[in-house]
């Protein structure tokens, strides 16, 4: 009960924080940079590259964990839904198999996380899904919306876990939420009417985690 008065709590004052920033920088004169047209104007001089650059700072910015949801809006925002959405998958799949390797790369020095008993039992469970489900472990865990480069890095220490399968499940459940987000950047210049669509997708999309979580035992993966 303590525990979620204290994230109760944590998510008001979050809102509020927030609420404020945005209201400080609508009153102020730097909100004239940021207007859309302003955004979508700077991208387009940057030509064929423009996409490039995008991914470019999508993948860094996944890389030392900024939110992937504000990149994919951003990413409708500038290139509309369908290229949007191709080149948010891109970058957001190769982020987190640069993460994966990362850590593969460095796993024999990463021991002292998974130095004790609980994370060890996590891991020998982890570890027994992947060689037995690989592909299907990942698909599951991705869609269980566990975060997404803490998830990244932390399967390349997972011994049984192969780069292919890791890779494959994270392109295609990558495609379920990139859509959704993609489509509301798409229309965030088209007025509140155009918004409706989109942010029912996106929490219809949201609600993907409790319908995994109901059905995953009868596929035979228990990962709870």
Avoid at 199 to 205: E, K
Wanted: aromatic share 14%; with cysteine.
């Amino acid at each position: 009960m303590e525990q979620k008065t204290s994230k109760f709590i944590q998510a008001i004052v979050g809102t509020t924080l927030i609420a404020v920033m945005i209201y400080f920088v609508s009153m102020s004169p730097i909100k004239d940079l940021f207007t859309v047209d302003n955004i979508v104007s700077s991208v387009d001089g940057f030509g064929m590259y423009g996409p490039l650059l995008f991914m470019l700072v999508y993948i860094v910015g996944l890389l030392v964990f900024v939110p992937a949801s504000l990149f994919t809006i951003a990413g409708g925002l500038l290139f509309g839904v369908a290229w949007g959405t191709f080149y948010v998958v891109f970058a957001a799949t190769i982020a987190a198999g640069i993460g994966f390797l990362i850590s593969r790369k460095f796993s024999s020095k990463l021991d002292f996380l998974v130095n004790n008993q609980f994370t060890k039992k996590i891991v020998s469970k982890c570890e027994t899904q992947c060689e037995e489900h690989g592909l299907q472990t990942f698909i599951i865990l991705r869609l269980l919306y566990v975060p997404y480069m803490a998830f990244s890095y932390a399967a390349g220490i997972i011994k049984t876990a192969k780069f292919k399968d890791f890779v494959l499940a994270t392109f295609l459940t990558n495609i379920v939420g990139s859509f959704s987000f993609a489509y509301f950047g798409s229309q965030l210049n088209a007025g509140w009417r155009a918004l409706i669509l989109p942010l029912t997708l996106i929490m219809l999309t949201l609600l993907i985690p409790k319908i995994v979580k109901k059905f995953q035992k009868d596929k035979g993966i228990d990962i709870s």
